[in-house]
């Protein structure tokens, strides 16, 4: 479900896009030409035509622009995937919604992995993108799941997320590396975010649908995981959760270090 | 008033007076690297007492029980009762949670201070003779330590330390021969064997403050009897000690260390938060935790299994698997040689004279460079038992850094050693030092009526008896 | 053992040539910090009798103990006429006359026992027996292996259910999904412990034809890694790979879960499966070796 994806990075120069856009035109010329033709409908060449008529409305048709824009170098233009980018027809709104309002997607490179950053769409933007995408495939891939963590079991939460989530994403939730590649830290993802994380298994992440983690059951974790944001610290200062690594440095370092100067304090020096 | 009359009470019972006279007068060198013992010895008493107040909350019992109390995201969850027991420490009991981060600060600096003491003791050649035998009981101490560390933090039953149990119970399993009946004794059964949690509590209460009490006190004793050595200083010679009285002088600053290194352990104690249970969640053998490792001491030998490579040997139907070589055998090289040490360096120097005067490191750049070659070794194999945190914070896969990590554990102690070698004797034909001799000659007579001579390089002074072995 | 001794006064740590500060400030100081510190345990008591609180506990704790200890090393270090003595060790070997005593009192009783030889060997006979006896209550500490470590609790015909006891259906799992199963009725069965992954059946090129005990993708393996028994909890996905938390081994799981990187030697065992009637999945028998990490009769077989 998650595609092929081109593992050298390369580096998209205007001139790579422009022949891709010229690649991808033909690709279209080629087979609508040859529907033409035969007479017959577009389901031999698998490629939709690519402007809609009265259909669409004015969201799609702004999300639509903006798809051409941000994203069909690399997913090509409806989304049936390029050597730089993947397939992301069928996918659902789930998918689409989570790696744009995470940042991921654009990327910035095509090839690396796609990690959080400060998105640059706006959340409008990503709606109308979202309206768009669905347009292409409807009723295919994963809905947007409606997460309300105030419904879930905090507890319930922590044994799923110990059995699933803690192996690749640790205990505190701070993230870890995996692999070739790195589970990121959940501090910053909001509920709908992690609900749609779960069900699309972005990246290598598998994919954790009904039959795995029913809907309450993604209530609870959300709350769970919105938890380890601030959780209860009553010894003092968490040290980030960083575990024996960090508490090994500072009880070497400040708590020995201290001790030590005491002592060099008290007898002689030579 | 009351001292003298006390003093009389007891010498007229036991005789005590002229070992009163002898100890209170008694002279100790008073360097600072010397106290590193006395901080691992204070650290082990604050151990006992925090220690004796948690076990009188601590229940040792896998059975599982249902959780009700103040910490909300476990509330309903079946866990162990020792897990139960260390969460009611934690949040429940009126001064539990400070005693019991005072006390797992306290272990991480206790093993710090006698590794530093033991490097401090190697470096110096405080080792040779006649302190052979305190060397021995030392690295025992250390073996002790790291043991009672290992039992102690496995006893909360968390997520965290489980995992580091089951890892253990594979290493154990993985010896030839006795591997199974080694593993299903020690732990009562087939993994996860119940009866292991409470075996841990007895070795950690019990037999190993027992033993390590014991070896301490015999170590203390020895040092009481052969006295403390001294750096070189001017006139100086082997069969004189020079520092302050241990009466009132020493006593007191030595008192007083106790009590600074009990409050600096009582700050990081109660602000700054080790070990939290409650993250990790109770042990399930099913699941564990990404970014899980040991405490510090563990760490060499998580890295040398996270980088040993998958080598097994395999013969007639039996095998001896991957974690027996990073897992038994390497530290079982590492600590029998440390134990031996005293006899493999005498291999090579023939140095059997007594030595109350300590090395500069400088001086003896050979063993300098294997001591510096072989922390140098193990450094890097603690680090490596972090590979996965290390890998993530500077972004490159776990695969690429334990390639990295291999490379660097091989090369590394080499560059350490040549480095450290001619440093030494940069160091020592540039230094003013105050008792460098570039070569003592000594000519001997022997019983026969001949002459040979022997030469040896640096060294403090020493008595002309002593050279001549009197 | 003569007692020649020299004094040397002098403050130690400093050059000889300074002095340390002036007694009256070095022990208003210090009744300043014993201030600090009676004042802090008071606090003490006051604070544990509100109910504690541990950061609190952890302050005071450390004023009281430092203002204690520094007293004491500063009393130690500046209020004391120090001196430092030369003095000689005295420790030399024992008097000759003292080593051959020892020798000859020691020689004295030996003789009286090796002159009975044969007493000697049937009282060391017996010590051996003695410690032989003695070792025996070892055993009592665990059960023999036996076959325990070639088993788990999976037979042939039992369903897979998941932790909370579900039974799992073939068509359950999508593409690139995992869980976590147990055969039905052995729950708590840690070494039974499996991981069902469901993967896209044409990728599969399981060795030993095992590509049949993988019903429509849904291939089962043990749980256990086979380096030092963590659980491979860590699913990559995209490169289908099993990843085990504790030191990294990685698994391929469409090849039959050979380990790709890391110190692991062995593929994870696989549990054959089959779909029932029902379309639930079901064990087809044990799984193909014994789980978890090697040990040395290990190659003996199930």
């Known amino acids: ?270 | 008033m009351i001292v003298p009359r006390l003093l009389n009470w007891f010498d007229e019972r036991l005789g005590a007076a002229s070992f009163a006279k002898k100890s209170l007068r008694k002279v100790f060198p008073d360097h600072w690297s010397f106290m590193l013992g006395e901080v691992a010895m204070y650290s082990f008493i604050i151990l006992v007492v925090t220690g004796t107040f948690l076990s009188f909350f601590y229940v040792p019992d896998v059975r599982q029980v249902i959780y009700h109390g103040p910490y909300k995201p476990l509330d309903g969850q079946p866990m162990s009762a020792a897990y139960a027991s260390v969460l009611r420490i934690s949040f429940e009991v009126r001064a539990g949670l400070v005693f019991r981060q005072i006390h797992h600060w306290a272990a991480l600096v206790m093993t710090g201070a006698v590794v530093f003491h033991a490097i401090r003791v190697f470096f110096t050649g405080a080792f040779r003779k006649p302190r052979e035998i305190n060397w021995v009981l030392g690295v025992v101490l250390l073996l002790l330590t790291i043991g009672i560390g290992f039992a102690g933090y496995s006893l909360p039953d968390d997520l965290l330390s489980g995992t580091g149990l089951r890892i253990g119970y594979s290493i154990a399993l993985s010896t030839p021969v006795v591997g199974t009946w080694l593993a299903f004794l020690v732990f009562g059964g087939e993994y996860p064997a119940p009866d292991i949690l409470n075996r841990l509590f007895v070795l950690h209460v019990m037999i190993l403050p027992a033993l390590i009490a014991g070896v301490m006190g015999a170590h203390l004793a020895i040092i009481w009897r052969q006295k403390h050595t001294n750096f070189p200083a001017r006139d100086l010679t082997n069969d004189r000690i020079r520092g302050p009285r241990l009466w009132p002088r020493y006593a007191f600053a030595s008192v007083g260390l106790f009590f600074v290194l009990f409050g600096v352990l009582a700050l990081l104690g109660g602000t700054a938060q080790i070990n939290p249970i409650w993250i990790y969640g109770p042990y399930h053998p099913i699941t564990a935790s990404g970014a899980s490792q040991p405490d510090w001491y563990m760490g060499f030998t998580e890295g040398a299994v996270r980088l040993f490579p998958g080598w097994e040997i395999r013969l007639f139907g039996h095998e001896i698997p991957e974690p027996f070589f990073p897992g038994a055998l390497l530290p079982g090289v590492i600590f029998g040689g440390m134990l031996l040490w005293p006899w493999i360096e005498r291999l090579f120097t023939k140095d059997t004279l007594e030595h109350n005067l300590l090395q500069h490191p400088r001086d003896v750049p050979w063993r300098t460079a294997v001591g510096a070659a072989t922390i140098t070794f193990l450094g890097v194999l603690t680090i490596a038992g972090a590979s996965d945190v290390l890998a993530s914070s500077v972004d490159i896969s776990v695969e690429a850094m334990t390639a990295i990590l291999r490379w660097v554990a091989i090369v590394l102690p080499a560059v350490a050693l040549f480095v450290t070698y001619y440093l030494c004797r940069e160091l020592r034909s540039g230094d003013i030092h105050p008792v460098k001799e570039s070569k003592i000659t000594t000519v001997r007579r022997s019983k026969t009526g001949g002459f040979d001579t022997t030469e040896e390089e640096g060294g403090g002074f020493e008595s002309v008896e002593e050279r001549l072995g009197l | 053992m003569s007692d020649l001794s020299e004094t040397t006064p002098q403050a130690p740590g400093t050059p000889p040539s300074t002095r340390g500060p002036d007694e009256a400030r070095v022990s208003r100081l210090m009744m300043l910090l014993l201030l600090l510190a009676i004042l802090a345990g008071v606090g003490l008591l006051v604070l544990y009798a509100l109910g504690g609180q541990v950061q609190l506990e952890g302050i005071l704790l450390f004023i009281l103990l430092t203002g204690i200890g520094f007293a004491f090393i500063l009393w130690g270090k500046y209020l004391f006429p120090t001196e430092i003595v030369t003095e000689d060790r005295g420790e030399r070997p024992s008097p000759e006359s003292d080593r051959v005593g020892a020798e000859q009192a020691y020689v004295e009783g030996e003789s009286q026992i090796t002159r009975r030889s044969a007493l000697v060997r049937m009282l060391l006979g017996a010590f051996g027996a003695l410690g032989l006896a003695a070792i025996f209550p070892i055993r009592s500490l665990g059960p023999s292996p036996g076959r325990a470590l070639f088993r788990t609790s999976w037979r042939a015909g039992l369903r897979a259910v998941d932790e909370a006891g579900n039974p799992v259906l073939a068509s359950d799992l999508v593409v690139g999904s995992v869980l976590t199963v147990f055969p039905e009725g052995h729950v708590d069965s840690t070494d039974s412990v499996a991981i069902l992954v469901r993967v896209d059946p044409a990728q599969l090129s399981l060795p030993d034809g095992r590509d049949v005990d993988a019903p429509d993708g849904n291939v089962c393996y043990s749980k256990l890694c086979t380096h030092a028994g963590c659980p491979v909890g860590l699913y990559l996905a995209e490169f289908h790979q099993l990843q085990c938390p504790c030191h990294f081994s990685a698994f391929d799981v469409l090849d039959g879960a050979q380990p790709v990187f890391g110190p692991a030697a062995r593929p994870l065992p696989q549990l054959p499966l089959e779909v029932d009637q029902e379309g639930y999945l079901v064990a087809k028998s044990d799984f193909t070796a014994p789980v978890g990490p090697g040990f040395w009769n290990r190659g003996d077989g199930p």
Not at chain 1, 40 to 61: H, I
């Open chain 1, 1 to 270: 479900m998650s595609g092929e994806r081109a593992r050298r990075a390369g580096s998209a120069s205007r001139g790579r896009r422009a022949a891709g856009f010229a690649l991808l035109f033909a690709a279209f010329m080629v087979p609508a030409g040859l529907a033409i033709l035969a007479g017959t409908g577009s389901a031999s060449a698998g490629a939709p035509p690519v402007t809609r008529l009265d259909a669409q409305t004015a969201l799609e048709a702004a999300g639509q622009v903006l798809y051409e824009e941000h994203c069909a170098s690399c997913h090509g233009a409806t989304g049936e995937g390029t050597a730089q980018g993947p397939v992301i027809l069928d996918l659902g709104p789930a998918a689409y919604d989570f790696m744009m309002s995470t940042g991921r997607m654009p990327l910035a490179q095509p090839g690396a992995q796609a990690v959080r950053k400060p998105p640059t769409l706006t959340p409008a933007e990503i709606e109308a993108i979202t309206a768009y995408l669905v347009t292409l495939s409807p009723g295919s891939g994963t809905p947007i799941p409606n997460v309300q963590p105030l419904l879930g079991n905090l507890s319930e939460g922590e044994q799923i997320y110990q059995l699933n989530c803690a192996p690749c994403h640790g205990a505190n939730g701070n993230g870890g590396a995996v692999g070739v590649q790195a589970a990121p830290s959940l501090h910053k993802a909001t509920p709908t975010q992690i609900g749609e994380a779960v069900r699309i298994g972005p990246g290598t992440m598998p994919v954790f649908d009904q039959t795995v983690i029913s809907d309450q059951q993604l209530n609870s974790l959300a709350r769970y995981v919105l938890y380890l944001r601030h959780p209860a610290n009553p010894g003092g200062i968490s040290l980030h959760l960083g575990g024996p690594v960090v508490e090994g440095f500072v009880g070497l370092v400040i708590g020995l270090g201290a001790v030590v100067l005491v002592m060099r304090f008290i007898g002689e020096r030579s």
